[in-house]
C-alpha cells in the first residue's frame, strides 16, 4: 500500500488540503455552461451575475473548491475564462479548479490566478501531455490526470491504471511533485453498461492503493440517463469515497449529494466529534427556516 | 395487425430480444412480407420507444434493450429483406468528432437510427474531417456530428467546412448533436438541423428523407 498523500492548494493565503483523512473536498461542479442552457445564455450575454450566485451558494452549501469551465461553442476562451474567473474570485476566496481543454485558455487563466490552482485535466495523450504538464510545472499548479489514452477510455480497470501510472511517472519526471497529481478514472454512465461503477470504483481502489494519489471524478455521470438520479449518485458517491476518492466535482447544492459526502465523512472516520456532521445539520435547519419565514 | 405481429411489436417495445427474435421467424413462417414485418412490427415499435424516451417515461437502458432486441430481428430479417428487394430508408454516416472520445449518445443515436429502418455506417469516436469527407459516397444521404465538449465543437465546424470545401456540402444533409450543441450553433456553423436527443435524431433524419423525396 503506497502512503497517502495530500495534495495542497490555494488561493492567496487560503488554503485547501485533500488527504485521504481529511474531510472530502467537494469540488463544486456548477460554473459550467455545458448542458446548462442558462449558464450558456447569460455568458454569451456577458453577464455573470449567475456565475457569482452560482458561485457564493456553492461554497456556503459547503464546496471548499469550485470548477470553473467557460466552454462556449464558438467563444474566445482564451478571454473569457480568465474573466469568469475574476468574477469567482470577486466573491468567494476559495481555490479554483481551473476546466478547459484549451492550452492557451489554461495559460491565460493561470496568469491571472493567486495561488496553487487545479488544473483539469490533462490525460494520457502525448498532445495533452506536452501541452499541460509545463503549464503545470510553471505555475505550480495541481492538475487532474484522466484516465484517457490515445487509443479512448481503456475499457478494463487494469488498462486505466496504466494510464494514470503513464501520467504520474511523466508528471513526476518533469518535476511535478506527486502529491501535486489528482488521478480521475472516469466515471461512466451506468445506464449504457451495468457495470461501468463497478469498474470506476475498482479503479479507485487501485489507484489508491498503488500510488497513494488523491482521487477526483465527475461522480454524478454514473446515473446520466436514469430515473432518480440522486439516489443512485448518493449511493454511489459513497462507495467511491470508501473506495479512496478524496475530491469529487460534484453538484453541492442537491442535499442528498451534501448530506452524503458528510455522513461518509463520519462513518470513515474522517469527521473528528462528528463536528462536520452536526454543523451541516444546523445550517440546513437554519436554511430550512429561513424558506419558512420567507414563505410565512 | 395479426397477432404475432402485435407480439412482436411488444417484445421490441419491452426489450425482449429472445421474444423478438421467435416473433419475427414465426411472423415470416405466417408468410407476412418481410417489409410489413420490418415497418410494422419493429420500425413503429422503435418509433414509439423513441416518443417514450422523449416524454421522460422511458429511460436509457430501456431503449438499449429495445435496440437489441430489434438488431437481433433483423439479423433473421435481413436476408428476406433483400431478398424482396427492399431498401433500406437511406444510408447515414455517423461519428464523434476529432479530439472527443464520447461515444455513448452517438451510439443511442445509432441504434434509434437503425430502428427507424436507415443504414447506418459509425465512424466511431475522434473522426479527423477527412475521414468524414472520404466516407461520403453515392448512396450517402445524412452525415451525423456527436460532440460532448465545448472545445471539440469547433471540430464540428472544421469538418462541414471540409466537407464544404471537398464539393460534398450539396450531396448529403448534416445533422449534429451532443451536450454542448444548440440549435442556434448548428444553424451558425451551416448544419442542416440539430437533434437534442436520440428519439429526436431519428425523426429528423426522417424527414430529410421526406423533404428529399419531395
Known amino acids: 500500500m503506497a502512503e497517502n498523500l495530500k495534495t495542497t492548494l490555494s488561493l492567496g493565503g487560503k488554503e485547501v488540503h485533500i488527504h485521504r483523512d481529511l474531510p472530502t473536498v467537494m469540488i463544486g461542479e456548477r460554473i459550467n455552461p455545458t448542458g446548462r442552457k442558462a449558464v450558456l445564455a447569460a455568458l454569451e450575454a456577458g453577464d455573470f451575475e449567475i456565475v457569482r450566485q452560482d458561485a457564493l451558494a456553492q461554497v456556503k452549501a459547503g464546496a471548499p473548491v469550485l470548477d470553473v469551465n467557460a466552454g462556449i461553442p464558438g467563444a474566445d476562451e482564451v478571454a473569457l475564462l480568465p474573466q469568469v474567473m475574476k468574477e469567482v474570485m470577486s466573491v468567494v476566496d476559495v481555490p479554483l479548479c481551473i ?128 430515473p432518480d438520479r440522486k439516489y443512485v449518485n448518493a449511493a454511489f458517491m459513497a462507495m467511491a469515497i470508501q473506495a479512496g476518492m478524496t475530491c469529487p466535482i460534484t453538484n453541492p447544492l442537491v442535499t442528498e449529494i451534501r448530506t452524503t459526502v458528510f455522513a461518509s465523512d463520519l462513518a470513515l472516520g474522517k469527521d473528528e466529534f462528528a463536528m462536520g456532521w452536526v454543523k451541516a445539520y444546523r445550517k440546513r435547519k437554519k436554511t430550512q427556516k429561513q424558506e419558512r419565514d420567507l414563505t410565512e | 395487425m395479426s397477432e404475432v405481429m402485435e407480439a412482436l411489436y411488444e417484445s421490441v417495445l419491452e426489450g425482449e430480444r429472445d421474444d423478438t427474435l421467435e416473433y419475427v421467424q414465426k411472423s415470416l413462417d405466417e408468410g407476412i412480407a418481410p417489409d410489413v414485418i420490418l415497418n410494422k412490427g419493429m420500425i413503429d415499435a422503435m418509433k414509439e420507444v423513441g416518443q417514450l424516451f422523449e416524454e421522460g417515461e422511458y ?52 441504434m434509434m437510427l437503425e430502428g427507424a429502418g436507415f443504414e447506418v455506417q459509425d465512424l466511431g469516436i475522434d473522426v479527423a474531417p477527412e475521414a468524414f469527407v472520404e466516407a461520403i459516397t453515392d448512396d450517402v444521404d445524412i452525415i451525423g456530428l456527436s460532440a460532448l465538449l465545448t472545445t471539440t465543437t469547433f471540430s464540428m465546424e472544421a469538418t462541414i467546412k471540409a466537407i464544404q470545401e471537398a464539393g460534398l456540402r450539396s450531396k448529403v444533409k448534416i445533422m449534429v448533436g451532443g451536450a454542448p450543441v ?33
Open chain 2, 59 to 110: 429511460f436509457v437502458p430501456e431503449m438499449l434493450i429495445s435496440a437489441r432486441a430489434m438488431q437481433g430481428g433483423m439479423e433473421i430479417l435481413k436476408p428476406h429483406l433483400i431478398e424482396s428487394g427492399i431498401e433500406p430508408e437511406g444510408k447515414i454516416v455517423l461519428g464523434t468528432v476529432k479530439g472527443d472520445l464520447h461515444d455513448i449518445g452517438k451510439n443511442l443515436v445509432g
Open chain 1, 99 to 226: 476546466d478547459t481543454a484549451n492550452p492557451q485558455a489554461l495559460e491565460a487563466a493561470l496568469k491571472v490566478y493567486e495561488g496553487k490552482a487545479l488544473i483539469n485535466s490533462v490525460n494520457g495523450e502525448e498532445k495533452s501531455l506536452n501541452a499541460v504538464l509545463p503549464l503545470a510545472k510553471e505555475y505550480g499548479a495541481a492538475v487532474i490526470g484522466l484516465c484517457i489514452s490515445n487509443a479512448g477510455i481503456p475499457k478494463t480497470a487494469e488498462d486505466r491504471l496504466e494510464v494514470a501510472g503513464k501520467i504520474i511517472e511523466r508528471a513526476t519526471g518533469m518535476g511535478i511533485p506527486i502529491e501535486d497529481i489528482v488521478i480521475d478514472p472516469l466515471a461512466m454512465t451506468m445506464s449504457a453498461d451495468h457495470l461501468a461503477g463497478a469498474l470506476t470504483l475498482e479503479v479507485v481502489k487501485m489507484v489508491t492503493a498503488k500510488y497513494g494519489v488523491n482521487i477526483t471524478m465527475g461522480s454524478s455521470n454514473v446515473s446520466f440517463g436514469l
Open chain 2, 182 to 214: 444548440t440549435a442556434d450553433y448548428a444553424k451558425k456553423i451551416g448544419a442542416d438541423g440539430y437533434a437534442s436527443d436520440a428519439g429526436q435524431a431519428a425523426v429528423l433524419a426522417q424527414s430529410f428523407i421526406e423533404e428529399s423525396n419531395g
